[in-house]
Every structure is written in structure tokens, then in C-alpha cells.
């Protein structure tokens, strides 16, 4: 008599993992961090012109609310990375609103919602990404996204698997 093979459960994304979950859950959470990093550094694009003279000063004010060196490098270059790829940094150039069709607007918080324009705003997602970003909140079934589910989507596109479970976009 054989023994099956243990099966690992399926992820989100519809693969084994080898990680184990408290790893996963870790880089999910570092990743989030970035996400936030690279949204304070774009904001600071945006009122600088385009421009990041003092990043020295600026690791400083992350490093003293409570980010590490890894997650601020992680997030500069990202940032960096998307405007050496000859991306012209656009920020607040986006004018275009979606509006939420009623299931959506069930399902999405306010604060979720503001917080993808917001990300949207700065040039940070595509009107794809965000397309995409609405509909992985709707089919998780998990009833109301808050901005923290919405944060983590949307790190999951930006720094991890693609929404579509695929390629990722760094």
C-alpha cells in the first residue's frame, strides 16, 4: 500500500506554495510597507516637480517612522527603476474618475476606493492595474475591502504575483 503524496494547499493564486504561511505573511507585509513608501515618495515627486534632490533626508524621515533601510531601498528602486525605463514621471497629470457600479461601491470601502485614485493620481497604477485591483477585491468574497485589503492587492500586483497569478510587473 502507498502513501498519497501530501498536497500543499493552493494559494490565492492558484499554485503550491513552498513558503510557509508566516513567511508569506511577512513578505506580504514588507511589501505593503513599500507600497507606502513609494506612495509618500511620489507624492514628494509631485510637489517637487519631478524631482528628488535630498533622498538622504528623506530615508532619514522614513528611518524615523519606523521603516528600515531594506524596505526604503526596495521602494527607491522601484521608483527609480520605472523612470530609468524612460517612464517621464506624470504624477498628477491623470484627470479621469471611475465611477463604481453599485456592487462595487458595496463592496469597496470609501477609504479603499479614495486610496486607489490616490495611487492612480500619482501614476502609480495603470487604469489596467486598477481595473484589475476592483475585481480581485470583488472575487476574494470577502464581503467589505478596507484600504488595508486594498494596499495588499495591489503590493500583490506591484511587488509580488500579478493579479492574474502570472507575471509580475518589477
Not at 501614476?123 to 468574497?141: F, H, K, N, S, V
Amino acid at each position: 500500500m502507498s502513501i498519497p503524496p501530501v498536497r500543499k494547499p493552493l494559494t490565492e493564486e492558484g499554485y503550491h506554495s513552498t513558503l510557509n504561511p508566516d513567511r508569506q505573511r511577512r513578505g506580504a507585509q514588507m511589501h505593503q510597507r513599500i507600497l507606502e513608501i513609494v506612495v509618500f515618495l511620489a507624492d514628494e515627486l509631485n510637489r517637487r516637480g519631478g524631482e528628488l534632490k535630498d533622498i538622504a533626508k528623506l530615508s532619514d524621515d522614513l528611518r524615523r517612522q519606523g521603516y528600515t533601510e531594506n524596505e526604503i531601498s526596495a521602494a527607491l528602486s522601484w521608483l527609480f527603476e520605472r523612470l530609468e525605463e524612460g517612464r517621464r514621471w506624470e504624477g498628477t497629470t491623470y484627470s479621469g474618475v471611475r465611477v463604481l457600479h453599485e456592487v462595487e461601491r458595496r463592496v469597496l470601502s470609501p477609504e479603499a476606493y479614495g486610496y486607489l485614485l490616490q495611487l492612480r493620481a500619482l501614476g502609480l497604477i495603470t487604469p489596467g492595474q486598477m481595473e484589475a485591483t476592483i475585481e480581485r477585491a470583488i472575487m476574494t468574497g470577502a464581503g467589505r475591502v478596507d484600504k488595508e485589503d486594498i494596499k495588499a492587492l495591489v503590493a500583490s500586483l506591484l511587488f509580488g504575483e500579478g493579479v492574474d497569478g502570472g507575471e509580475t510587473l518589477h
